[in-house]
């Protein structure tokens, strides 16, 4: 593939020559071994900062240290020590941050989940969650774990690709076939008690059928077209790709009235296109039709409806017969009344939001107890980890690998854009759950799926960088 253009600051063109050289001693296996004990050091603290937090929730709520401290402490040292000593077998030049940041937002939504379990038993006499996510989580981490063991080389998704379109497809789809629906939207598909919500894993699919797509059809797709109003827009008979998946996303939209995954999957995909092209015309056609779609379902689809009423007067809620939820209202009062530092965990009231205060709306429980420090606290860490995913972009020579990475860092971008703009009214509620914080198993071992794909191309990466 032609590598003539320096997309982003190398994302198509590879590396720059000081990044390429940047602490490398020459002596590959020693600098592999420097960047796993940072991961180490890291990790201790994100351990330590999780016991931390549980001891700090018990404290608070029951004002004694809970016993079940021990019990936590060694299951975090176990989420970290396994994938660390994989990574040392299996990984050993991976990015030393993705693991440990991971690891730290895993924790921080264990401790808001047991917080949270005594104030919903008291309010709603709901079952315990903590003790569930913890087994998702367990669950995640062997997962990326297996990948990093059976996944040698990330280029070998590129054989599987249409299959892989085509397993998406089908799990996008599936929900809507499935009878009723829970709280207003189709997403999940129900095998008896359990519950599975394809979504979350369909994201990390697309990524690696349009990184692959684009790679074969880059330069068809960045030929020059007509200039309107200094946008240079793609030629009519290359706008067949984009007009697929804005349809599909619709149809996402309109079958299942499932806002989220509909604005990621389109999100996404115009993402990488300008990221593999470096075309503006595709940002402009895809905040047009994006535009032209939400307008149309908006006004004729009445769930999507409801919740752009829902956000555009939210306080209408407290109206009798009004029929708005008060979710969004009782967030908003949340993150006024926690103010710059909060009440502190275990002093408010995030049980007031309802149900929703364990998936997307926990990050009202971030923002009413430890305040606007706690909440950009918490974005700065998913920053953190948007950003390694592009620096393994930028690091990694392979095609395939740099959109795969793109890919990747967008969907986890996206959905952590939906979600928090959502939930502090910025945009309309999705409903779909906080990465890595929010209850949800099929959420946590997804992105925990992203996880492993991201630290084997940063492998691949640092293996091409200590050979040279």
């Known amino acids: 593939m032609p590598q003539g253009t320096d997309l982003a600051g190398g994302i198509m063109t590879g590396v720059t020559e000081e990044s ?55 299951a975090l ?94 799990l996008l789809m599936a929900p809507a076939l499935f009878p009723g629906d829970t709280y207003g939207a189709k997403r999940w598909i129900y095998f008896g008690p359990l519950s599975f919500q394809p979504g979350e894993f369909v994201k990390t699919m697309i990524a690696v059928f349009f990184a692959g797509y684009l790679v074969v059809h880059r330069d068809a797709l960045a030929l020059s077209g007509r200039t309107v109003m200094g946008a240079r827009l793609p030629p009519g008979r290359q706008l067949g790709p984009i007009l697929a998946v804005w349809g599909l996303s619709l149809l996402v939209l309109i079958a299942e009235r499932d806002l989220g995954t509909s604005l990621i999957f389109f999100g996404l995909f115009v993402v990488m296109l300008y990221a593999a092209t470096e075309r503006t015309g595709w940002v402009v056609c895809g905040v047009l039709l994006a535009a032209v779609g939400a307008a149309v379902v908006g ?83 998913y920053a953190l980890l948007v950003e390694r995913g592009l620096n393994v972009a930028l690091r990694s020579r392979d095609p395939f690998g740099k959109l795969l990475a793109v890919g990747l860092a967008a969907a986890l971008a996206l959905q952590v854009f939906v979600v928090a703009g959502g939930v502090m009214g910025l945009i309309p509620l999705t409903g779909k759950a906080l990465p890595f914080l929010a209850k949800g198993g099929s959420s946590l071992v997804a992105n925990w799926l992203m996880v492993a794909l991201l630290l084997r191309i940063s492998d691949g990466a640092g293996r091409e960088r200590a050979a040279r």
Not at 87 to 100: K, S, V
Not at 130 to 149: I, M, N, Y
Request: a neutral charge; proline letters at 6%; hydrophobic letters at 50%.
């Open 77 to 170: 040292v176990c989420l970290a020590v396994v994938p660390h000593l994989a990574m040392r077998r299996w990984a050993p030049y991976a990015d030393p941050l993705i693991l440990p940041l991971a690891v730290l937002l895993s924790a921080f939504g264990l401790v808001l989940l047991y917080r949270l379990d005594p104030a919903y038993r008291l309010e709603y006499h709901a079952e315990a969650t903590a003790p569930a996510q913890l087994v998702w989580t367990v669950t995640g981490v062997a997962v990326c774990v297996s990948v990093l063991v059976v996944l040698p080389d990330h280029r070998r998704l590129q054989r599987y690709l249409y299959v892989t379109m085509a397993g998406a497809l089908v």
């Open 299 to 381: 006004s004729l689809e009445p769930h999507v409806k409801g919740r752009i009423v829902a956000w555009l007067h939210p306080f209408d809620a407290f109206r009798p017969g009004s029929g708005v939820s008060d979710q969004l209202a009782e967030a908003l009062f949340g993150f006024g009344t926690g103010g710059l530092t909060g009440a502190g965990l275990g002093r408010g009231h995030p049980e007031l939001v309802g149900f929703a205060g364990r998936s997307d709306f926990i990050l009202a429980t971030v923002g009413e107890e430890l305040g606007l420090a706690g909440v950009m606290a918490v974005l700065m860490l």
């Open 20 to 74: 390429a050289g940047a602490g490398d001693d020459g002596d590959g296996r020693p600098w592999a071994l420097r960047r796993r004990r940072r991961e180490a050091l890291l990790l201790g603290l994100a351990v330590v900062t999780g016991c931390y937090g549980y001891a700090y929730v018990g404290l608070s709520v029951t004002g004694t240290v809970p016993d079940g401290l021990p019990g936590f402490a060694a």
